[in-house]
């Protein structure tokens, strides 16, 4: 248990690794530890979510599902926009499944 509980805080706190926190989530010891991850559930999810839309202007939704912990693909999107605000989403295509973000412009200075 102790090294679930240092490779938990290492990829939260050091690393800010979201693949690895739900990996550890999903293959969590004890029910008590993911009663405590779930409290950083929405700060890595947003995390997450800022490192997607800044590395790609499109992923799949099977792929940000999967980046965001979520088991439910139908629940990428609503989760995104409930996390951040204003949207970062432009549009999603159900034709290919793929979830489109909006490009942030460079601040000039």
């Known amino acids: 248990e102790s090294k ?3 490779a ?6 050091v690393a800010e690794d979201p693949i690895q926190f739900f990996a550890l989530y999903n293959d969590c010891p004890d029910r008590y530890f993911k009663l405590l991850m779930d ?3 929405d700060k890595i999810r947003l995390l997450s979510i800022n490192i ?3 590395a790609y202007m499109r992923v799949p939704i099977s792929f940000a ?3 965001l912990g979520l088991s439910d693909i139908k629940k990428t ?4 926009e409930r996390l951040v605000k204003p949207t970062c989403i432009d ?3 159900l034709d290919t499944s793929t979830i ?3 490009r942030k412009k460079a601040d000039k200075k």
């Open 77 to 80: 999107v609503p989760t995104i």
């Open 52 to 54: 997607l839309s800044k």
């Open 91 to 93: 549009r999603v295509d």
């Open 4 to 6: 679930f509980v240092k």
């Open 100 to 102: 489109y973000f909006i």
């Open 39 to 41: 409290t950083y559930m």
């Open 8 to 13: 938990v805080v290492y990829c939260v706190i």
């Open 65 to 67: 599902a999967h980046c």
